[in-house]
């Protein structure tokens, strides 16, 4: 199919379901919560003025509820703790103008039986058994979101897709039924590659653990992990977010540099912003950071999408850029990571603009500068970070057709991510799921076409797609017209073929489990094929994960597997000119085990040996 070059999609950004905001009960009160702690916080939320920001959210947490039920199986409420039942504190926060959220866990008993905080440990607190009946009560209580855990389901070893869909099914009932939408929050820490499958179930999937357990002290290293664990953009899109859990900012223990740059690193990744802190107790500082009218405008951008890391020149000297809505416009955060202040760059190329000038905004102190030769250098202090808006002109992007659902003849210059603006028509009064699927291999994602308002009329919602260096093609349902796509150069990687296989070097179902070894697979483009070769020798996927020698391994057999760059030799890989990929700790090359050629085929390192499993090409 010949491409159609220039023509640009219908230049109607259709505005998707932004990502929710507000306040969770866990972080600050754990399970110590009653309707006047409840009350309190509601009160805070409107009075401090975070509620006129767009935080709305009030979500009470595990420990609302004892496990008792009546004979019919319906949720009964110890009117001691919650005067009026559960409709009480949720009319109340209605009342303020904001919407309700409550707690429960996919498994029979909550995370409160395993871990109580402070106790004693309650049975019976999880709805397994009675999804559709408890998502109903939720929903006639008048709660309009629902955290759904995972501590029993995970005891008892449920399967995590099938159950949340089940969940998701009641959820759609229970909304139906009462006329009230009921938000789904699905919390499986990451577990089980909840990006793989939870778009299209829920609007929110949890990506890792909790950022703070019970009774820690905050600190930049637990944002930095659940920042890091989040990085999933080709799952987060049209409505659906990718979510790297509540926010710590205004806690003790986190000082304003790292309040900032929590609440940066949210706001650029589109990540849900549920605040942790006691609203109570707020000083001028944590009220000045979240109420930033700029930088939430970032987190909630019509468009949707998520960052991703465009430039790493120095290691834990990281760039990240978000792609907002209109022309030319980008978010980017410079995250020094370091304990020394550096000069960082960002440059207009590596994040989808073309030539030299464009317009620079610091969001947090409001300084403007121009950009007159392609780049911006600022210093960022260390363990800070500095947050801008840049606008300029965007790169050349090309515009194919859809015919029979297909678009084929995509062409990339570079193997890496890019950004896909749909066209469509959707006449309904709801939005429309599609499929979409890349280059036939990749793990497909379900993509929302919310209502254009008539079948006539034409929009357009982007989402970020996994493209190979050269020829792609992807598959979209939902009757689109035209995708154009604009790649990202920042982003841009190879893919490592097998010589003998002719297979890629991956990471099984896009996985970002520490030690997860890697395989041979058909090569598709995906994420998990596409790695950077940095000036440090890495071979770095997702942007934060480096290939390792496990365990510093030098010996035969040791597997090779993804971990946490951390700059030791065991990650430092040589490209050599034979088609050889040596270690630099071990000298060892890197090996399709026992010459197997097969999907699956696990990657090691093995003395040299000149054999075609121990050669590689590079795309």
Not at 205 to 211: C, E, K
Not at 590 to 614: M, R
Request: with cysteine; charged share 15%; aromatic share 8%.
């Amino acid at each position: 199919m010949t491409p159609v070059l220039a023509a640009a999609v219908a230049q109607n950004q259709v505005k998707v379901p932004s990502a929710p905001m507000g306040w969770a009960s866990w972080n600050t009160f754990f399970e110590k919560i009653d309707h006047n702690v409840i009350k309190a916080q509601a009160d805070a939320l409107v009075s401090s003025g975070l509620a006129a920001t767009g935080y709305r959210y009030v979500n009470i947490d595990s420990g609302w509820w004892k496990g008792t039920r009546d004979a019919s199986g319906n949720i009964t409420i110890d009117e001691s703790q919650w005067p009026g039942g559960m409709k009480a504190i949720a009319d109340y926060i209605h009342g303020k103008g904001l919407k309700a959220g409550i707690y429960t866990d996919a498994g029979k008993n909550g995370c409160g039986y395993y871990f109580p905080t402070p106790g004693p440990p309650h049975a019976g607190t999880g709805s397994e058994g009675h999804y559709d009946q408890d998502m109903l009560q939720f929903s006639r209580w008048g709660f309009d979101y629902v955290k759904v855990d995972w501590c029993g389901a995970d005891v008892e070893k449920l399967d995590a897709p099938s159950t949340y869909q089940a969940l998701s099914d009641a959820v759609t009932k229970a909304s139906a039924a009462t006329g009230r939408e009921l938000v789904l929050s699905i919390c499986e820490w990451g577990k089980n590659d909840p990006w793989n499958w939870a778009p299209g179930m829920a609007p929110l999937w949890r990506t890792g653990t909790d950022i703070i357990f019970a009774h820690e002290t905050p600190s930049i290293d637990m944002v930095y992990e659940n920042f890091d664990k989040n990085q999933r953009p080709t799952a987060q899109h049209t409505g659906y977010y990718n979510d790297p859990d509540m926010m710590m900012v205004g806690m003790p223990g986190l000082s304003t540099a790292a309040s900032r740059v929590h609440m940066s690193l949210w706001a650029v990744g589109g990540s849900p912003m549920l605040l942790g802190n006691d609203l109570t107790r707020m000083d001028a500082g944590t009220i000045s950071v979240l109420t930033n009218r700029d930088v939430v405008a970032v987190g909630q951008d019509p468009r949707g999408l998520p960052a991703v890391e465009v430039a790493e020149d120095v290691r834990d000297q990281q760039v990240y850029a978000k792609v907002l809505s209109g022309n030319g416009r980008r978010a980017v955060a410079l995250l020094n990571r370091t304990s020394s202040a550096a000069t960082m760059t960002v440059r207009l190329a590596d994040l989808g603009l073309s030539g030299r000038l464009a317009a620079v905004r610091d969001l947090w102190t409001g300084a403007a500068t121009p950009i007159t030769n392609g780049s911006h250098s600022v210093t960022v202090p260390a363990g800070d970070a500095v947050m801008l808006s840049v606008a300029g002109v965007e790169a050349e992007a090309t515009t194919y057709p859809v015919e029979n659902s297909r678009v084929t003849g995509i062409n990339a210059k570079a193997g890496g991510l890019a950004v896909a603006t749909i066209e469509y028509a959707n006449g309904d009064r709801v939005a429309r799921k599609a499929a979409l699927q890349v280059n036939g291999g990749q793990i497909p994602t379900t993509v929302a076409l919310p209502p254009t308002g008539s079948a006539q009329t034409k929009g357009t919602v982007s989402v970020i797609v996994s493209l190979a260096k050269g020829a792609n093609s992807l598959t979209l349902s939902g009757n689109p017209t035209a995708v154009e796509v604009r790649e990202l150069p920042g982003t841009a990687g190879i893919e490592i073929i097998g010589a003998q296989s002719g297979r890629c070097v991956d990471i099984n179902r896009n996985t970002i489990t520490n030690g997860t070894q890697a395989q041979l697979w058909d090569c598709n483009g995906g994420e998990a094929q596409t790695l950077a070769y940095t000036a440090r020798k890495e071979l770095v996927l997702y942007g934060n994960k480096c290939l390792d020698a496990w365990d510093h391994g030098t010996t035969n057999g040791t597997k090779v597997a993804i971990y946490e760059c951390t700059g030791g030799t065991n990650q430092q890989w040589n490209l050599n000119a034979d088609g050889t990929i040596t270690g630099v700790q071990s000298g060892l090359c890197l090996d399709a085990y026992n010459a197997g050629t097969a999907n699956g085929t696990k990657l090691v390192l093995w003395s040299c040996n000149s054999a075609n499993n121990q050669k590689w090409t590079r795309n």
